[in-house]
């Protein structure tokens, strides 16, 4: 148990970037409205999984758009009560604790501002241990765990809850509500007890997000090799290095597609390489191979600074290295697979886990 | 009070379709609908509006989508009971009574057969006296009364509450979802108790349908005229005759629209008129002159049949009747027109009652 203050913040938001694989939109405005709700609120208890309560209720809340209206209309967090009402009347009772539902961007740091507001704790775990554009994607889902009663609100404090055995139909349902609320909606769902924290979330999010953060600022002060040290530290692999010189970019439906061609640069020199992310950077390949696919992590940082470049970031001349890290095993079976795997995205690949890739290459 | 059975229906069915101007879908299929709950559940108990209890809670309940959904796709009133179990949770307790939002086709019927299946008596009112295409165009609405709580329900017991202060919000949100359950959800919304019953809704519109029918039957019975009939009925006119020469069809975010030319016969030979439509039939022009607009009653009926024709039924060569008529005095106030009238639908017109235009005319 710790006391989450304004100062935490930095790390965390630059730790959730590199986690967000791209998505979970622009982590400076997340920290912004997170430093806004700490300096009015006070500081927030956060527990570790292990700390729990057995008859504890704790609801993971978020925003829930495309990256791209999430920038354009700063996610209100006005509708904060009525959400949690809304919730309390579905469920029947308050939740004791609030979490992450992914540790990507603006979604590590709105639980935290929504935590200060209400008083209430925050678990250090989340649902994916990176970002990705679809509900039903979270572990607990492969699991069985519903992702209802799940309530949206808007900035009106118009709410609605959701109810349904099959949490694709709640991602329809729920999406669909997010656009007509204008591609804004605060959202609140997976409610789940102590053990199903323990059995099914990622222990230590924001921990890790926190120690990312700090890797890359004390890299940076040290004029160390920041991409190199973040991939270290999450087991992963620098996998290209290139300058971006063509994007297509088109949002539907609460997505943001991009295909990003990269020129190769240092070890790079001599090959292209193309990404294409949904939101999340969701696939690499050159001409020859694919270099890694979701559910592994991909994430594209700056080559200077090993900041994250989100998908909404990504600008042609920007010089990257793309970094390549396993994604929790429970993500690596084949029902897994078949929700968050390359075929799920439309994406004509097996998946072959990084660690094997780097393996192959290495024998 | 009286006991509704199965031989109702079909003069409801003919009067629905008639008041229903053009929406509401195609009442043979709601007929089918309610006369195979009734012949499973056995009659339903209809009141009066002033034999409520003063306690008593009335919910209408309906379908939603566009008509053409509604005709590709049976409305499934299998999550019925999910459909009121989630409006008790939110509302706090059961309806005592169950109401017809809108008497326009299969809009009257499915109520019947909702009725029937939860055991549940049925108030013989409805909230507009005809069909109009959006929730928040009911009477009750216009007079300050909730939309909310809302409840959809799809094929797949997926169900969804709606909170809101604004209905036409509600109206969004709910669209949003209807399309997103395949544009055929069941609905219930506009909670009343006995007191917002009669103050605000049409009493005894299943017994003006029923009537309607009955006169279409017996005229058709007896080679009388039945547009003249119905027209004398509910104190309208016939105000255009002709064959359909053109139609334009489109259905877009959960709405039909057409516009239908027609190309007069008899009285009104040498002339044409065209009618716009989006699920309801709201204007009636000739080149000269505008005839009649919403939110008087505009009802398309065929020439020889005297039943009604509804946008979906409209097709090349039909030879029809047109009898304006008008709506409900509480639809033609200032604040009324702005939510009903021509202009809220896009026409650049301004609304002129029937009742005045035909004065105009005998003058």
Redesign the interface.
């Known amino acids: 148990m710790y006391q989450l203050t304004e100062h935490d913040l930095g790390d965390i938001a630059i730790g959730a970037a590199l986690l967000g694989t791209g998505g979970g939109g622009d982590p400076a405005l997340g920290r912004l409205i997170a430093r806004e709700a700490l300096r009015r609120h006070g500081p927030v208890t956060v527990v570790t999984p292990e700390e729990l309560a057995p008859d504890s209720l704790v609801l993971p809340v978020a925003t829930m758009g495309a990256p791209t209206a999430a920038n354009e209309k700063l996610p209100s967090l006005e509708p904060v009560e009525?959400l949690i009402r809304?919730f309390a009347?579905?469920a029947g009772r308050r939740p004791t604790h609030l979490m992450p539902i992914e540790i990507g961007g603006i979604a590590a740091l709105i639980p935290i501002a929504i935590a200060a507001q209400l008083g209430l704790p925050l678990v250090d775990a989340d649902m994916m241990g990176r970002a990705f554009p679809e509900l039903q994607m979270v572990i607990p889902s492969l699991a069985g765990v519903s992702a209802t009663p799940m309530v949206l609100a808007d900035e009106?404090?118009?709410?609605?809850?959701?109810?349904?055995?099959?949490n694709a139909?709640?991602e329809?349902?729920a999406?669909?509500?997010c656009?007509?609320?204008g591609a804004a909606a605060l959202i609140a769902l997976y409610p789940v007890d102590a053990e199903q924290v323990l059995a099914h979330t990622i222990a230590g999010s924001l921990s890790r997000a926190a120690d990312l953060g700090a890797l890359v600022r004390n890299a940076s002060r040290d004029h160390q090799d920041a991409a190199a040290a973040v991939a270290e530290r999450i087991e992963g692999t620098v996998v290209f290095e290139g300058k971006v010189i063509d994007l297509q970019r088109r949002t539907e439906g609460g997505f943001t597609f991009v295909r990003t061609l990269l020129e190769g640069t240092g070890p790079s020199l001599g090959r292209t390489a193309e990404i294409e992310s949904q939101n999340e950077h969701l696939l690499i390949r050159t001409a020859d191979a694919t270099l890694a696919t979701t559910p592994d992590l991909i994430i594209i940082v700056d080559a200077a600074s090993g900041l994250a470049v989100t998908t909404e970031a990504l600008r042609y001349g920007v010089r990257t290295r793309v970094i390549a890290a396993p994604c929790d095993p429970r993500y690596r079976t084949e029902g897994a697979l078949a929700v968050v795997g390359p075929r799920a995205f439309g994406y004509d690949e097996d998946f072959v886990s990084i660690v094997d890739r780097v393996k192959e290459r290495v024998a």
Chains 1, 2 share one sequence.
């Open positions: 009525e809304a009347d579905a009106f404090a118009n709410t609605v809850v959701l109810r349904s055995d099959d139909h709640t329809r349902l999406r669909a509500v656009v007509a609320m």
